[in-house]
């Protein structure tokens, strides 16, 4: 019927009748599209480099199925770039477009730098899809061997660009995927600007998610596949975002260093926990604390975790009584050894943990009558237990700064004898608690402050 396109199979047997004949070729549709399957493949179309079941999409980029469809009946065709659909056979994994998407850029930016253009990209997100979905892609055959490589930007710009519509559905699905996976405010300024000032600012991970956005939007668009300079400067951002992650999670994973020199300033709380044979009636304390140590590395090959905390300090607490007067202050010297776990994780907020025992002597000064006297001097063991978060760490100047919080355990116990100053007092001070034939001095509670590491 007159006014009706010809088949596809049948414009190509005209067109090139050199090298297909009506028999060896049905018409089909692939990747969206009309085009003339072979059915049978010849020792001349073998030689081109086609394959049987190949689907005959477009000759030097002219769709079979459009209306102004052009075919060279002069030409033996062997000189023809062809656009091909074709099926491959195997096992495929099954990947969620987004994962897909990613794993491709992957690939992509390990490429050389003269095979790194847009449309090779594209072809990679597109081909991949479909291969996943459909087990099968588009790619160029012909005689010429450069135009046979999809390397040859030129030849897919000027064959198959754009792409067949299911390849270019295909890579919609997979970009929109990769877009969607991260919630990030739109970028007024545009992605690939985003991403260049927070890798400027040192953040990698929204650097990389920014950037990766801008290469496939950038593919998305069949007019920006060629001669478009944000390309370029999109993969550049891309590899220095991966890069400054990786170095960053190296230094964040990187063993502690064997020894180093901990500086600690504290302040704290000593409860009255009722009921207690306390020395005196007191409410809460306050204090003061300072220490100086040193932290040693356990070995790698033992725990590269664990390290051992050896610490001298003073904690200088007043108690006062319930009026809050000053009734007693105390002068508290500890040598300690803990056990501290800093475990390995990605994070400048690394956490850590500590636990241990030591030895504290202590002064304690009575107010009585306006002057400070001894009320006992004495040397117990404890016990300390805590943590901390790291918040700053500076690894060119060798210098951690963590949040740290220990509980200690530790009580004092004494005969009345011991302790005559108190005694002498008794009339001053009617909070005095003479209970039993033991004073028990409760030195239990908390200090919290900053630690300062210096690695050797």
């Given at each position: 019927m007159a006014g009706v396109p010809a088949a596809p199979a049948a414009r190509l047997a005209t067109a090139y009748p050199d090298l297909f004949t009506p028999s060896t070729l049905v018409d089909t549709a692939a990747a969206g599209e009309m085009g003339a399957r072979i059915v049978v493949v010849s020792p001349?179309?073998?030689?081109?480099?086609?394959?049987?079941?190949?689907?005959?999409?477009?000759?030097?980029?002219?769709?079979?199925?459009?209306?102004?469809?052009?075919?060279?009946a002069?030409?033996?065709?062997?000189?023809?770039?062809?656009?091909?659909?074709?099926?491959?056979?195997?096992?495929?994994?099954?990947?969620?477009?987004?994962i897909l998407g990613r794993r491709t850029l992957e690939?992509?930016?390990?490429?050389?730098?003269?095979?790194?253009?847009?449309?090779?990209?594209?072809?990679?997100?597109?081909?991949?899809?479909?291969?996943?979905?459909?087990?099968?892609?588009?790619?160029?055959v012909s005689a010429a061997a450069v135009a046979a490589s999809s390397a040859d930007d030129a030849a897919w710009l000027r064959c198959a660009n754009p792409l067949p519509g299911g390849s270019e559905a295909a890579l919609v699905e997979v970009a929109q995927a990769v877009e969607n996976r991260v919630l990030l405010q739109h970028a007024s300024q545009g992605e690939l600007v985003a991403a260049q000032e927070r890798l400027a600012h040192g953040d990698f991970t929204e650097a990389e998610e920014r950037s990766r956005r801008a290469l496939l939007q950038i593919v998305r668009d069949p007019a920006r596949r060629s001669g478009d300079a944000d390309f370029d400067t999109a993969v550049t951002t891309y590899i220095d975002a991966q890069n400054g992650a990786q170095r960053l999670r190296a230094e964040l994973l990187a063993p502690e260093p064997r020894l180093s020199l901990v500086l600690e300033g504290q302040t704290g709380r000593i409860q009255a926990f009722l009921p207690q044979e306390t020395l005196l009636q007191v409410a809460n304390s306050r204090n003061w604390a300072g220490a100086i140590g040193v932290r040693v590395g356990a070995p790698a090959s033992f725990a590269a975790e664990l390290s051992l905390l050896v610490e001298y300090g003073q904690?200088?607490?007043?108690?006062?009584?319930?009026?809050?007067?000053?009734?007693?202050?105390?002068?508290?010297?500890?040598?300690?050894?803990?056990?501290?776990?800093?475990?390995?994780?990605?994070?400048?907020?690394?956490?850590?943990?500590?636990?241990?025992?030591?030895?504290?002597?202590i002064s304690a000064r009575i107010?009585?009558?306006?002057?400070?006297?001894i009320a006992f001097e004495r040397t117990n063991p404890g016990f300390v237990a805590g943590g901390g978060i790291d918040v700053l760490r500076i690894p060119s100047h060798r210098l951690r700064v963590t949040v740290t919080g220990t509980y200690r355990m530790l009580k004092y116990k004494f005969l009345p004898e011991n302790a005559p100053a108190i005694e002498g007092c008794r009339n001053t001070l009617p909070i005095l608690v003479l209970s039993g034939p033991l004073y028990t001095f409760d030195m239990d509670g908390w200090n919290a402050g900053l630690a300062i590491e210096i690695d050797l």
């Open positions: 001349v179309l073998g030689a081109i480099g086609f394959h049987a079941d190949d689907v005959v999409l477009a000759a030097d980029g002219h769709r079979l199925a459009s209306d102004d469809w052009r075919g060279d002069a030409s033996s065709g062997t000189a023809t770039t062809w656009t091909v659909w074709r099926n491959v056979a195997g096992q495929r994994p099954v990947l969620a477009p987004a690939e992509f930016v390990v490429l050389p730098k003269p095979e790194r253009t847009a449309m090779r990209l594209a072809v990679m997100l597109a081909n991949h899809a479909t291969l996943v979905n459909d087990g099968a892609g588009v790619l160029l904690i200088r607490t007043t108690f006062e009584d319930p009026d809050g007067n000053a009734v007693l202050r105390t002068t508290l010297h500890k040598l300690t050894g803990e056990v501290l776990y800093r475990p390995r994780v990605a994070s400048r907020l690394k956490p850590n943990l500590r636990l241990g025992a030591g030895i504290f002597p107010v009585c009558a306006g002057e400070e006297r």
